[in-house]
């Protein structure tokens, strides 16, 4: 695999960056089409722009997980995903306002994944399949702090 990293300073206030990561895990002790690694991740990525302008700042951000294997054999795949953040603060003498939008796009997404065998009490047979904790859609924060 491979890891990049880029940051570049665009001006004195703004700075662009990302962080992009590239690996093919397979377990070497298992047949082929049966040596996949449950939810490891093949490609992620993280990044976006930032400002920095004194009293104020602000950022777009985002980070993607691309589609992965569930299980050994990859019969179930665990769903990627792609979700933008943005957020804008305001600091005067020893306080902070922010307003943050999360998941700009609403994008439906799982933040937590397993394949589990299970059963429901009307099921004759149990069933291999994703479970998972969905992930946040877009809201509004807003926050106050006191620096010391």
Not at 32 to 46: K, Q, R
Not at 60 to 77: F, G, K, Q, T
Not at 78 to 94: E, I, L, P, T
Not at 104 to 129: D, G, K, P
Request: charge should be negative.
């Amino acid at each position: 695999g491979f890891d990049l990293g880029i940051r570049y300073q665009i001006s004195d206030w703004l700075l662009a960056s990302t962080d992009l990561n590239y690996a093919d895990p397979r377990a070497l002790d298992e047949p082929e089409g049966n040596h996949f690694i449950p939810l490891a991740p093949s490609l992620t990525s993280v990044g976006g722009l930032n400002l920095t302008k004194e009293p104020w700042s602000a950022g777009l951000n985002y980070r993607y997980l691309a589609d992965r294997p569930a299980n050994e054999d990859n019969s179930i795949v665990a769903q990627g995903y792609f979700v933008a953040d943005a957020n804008v603060s305001y600091c005067w003498r020893m306080f902070e306002i922010g307003l943050s939008l999360e998941n700009i796009l609403n994008t439906e997404w799982n933040e937590a994944q397993f394949a589990t065998e299970s059963r429901l009490s009307f099921e004759a047979e149990s069933v291999e399949e994703i479970h998972f904790t969905p992930g946040t859609p877009r809201f509004f924060k807003a926050s106050f702090k006191v620096l010391f």
